[in-house]
């Protein structure tokens, strides 16, 4: 329940974001994370918002999930998905003391991705939506609890 809360209040915080402003990289940072996966919602034919466990989805954590931002507007994401790696193509950009948000869709307006995580807590949650401006889109909503990754040599 508490999750199923969550996903809504980050929503409308996203929604919130949006129609703000579209950039606004209040720090400079420099992470790295080693995030486990914890849950997948899933919307398509098959399933109607259907949540698997971690323990029933072949998938697995992420092993260097890395964000990068230096003000005013450069923010690089690298280790979610090759989509995102791109930084030219975020269109949405925030970062403050508390949370990065990010969200990106294609040229044809028919595929995006967002995401945002909490720098306190390390919950990372991450949305693929395919089909757009189909009636029979989909999507995938994916949950990860994160861990700052320092590397001691």
Known sequence: MTKHFLVIFFSLLISNFLLAQDINIQENIDLKFI?????KIIKNSEYNYQTFLAKDLSEKGLEKFEIQSKKPETLLINGLTPFLSDSKKLD????????VLFKSIDQKNNYSESGIIDRKSGELIH???RNIKSEKSEKDITFYLCNKHDEKV
């Open 35 to 39: 995030c486990d996966l914890e849950k």
């Open 92 to 99: 949405v950009k925030v970062v403050n003391k508390d949370i």
């Open 127 to 129: 949305e693929i939506t």
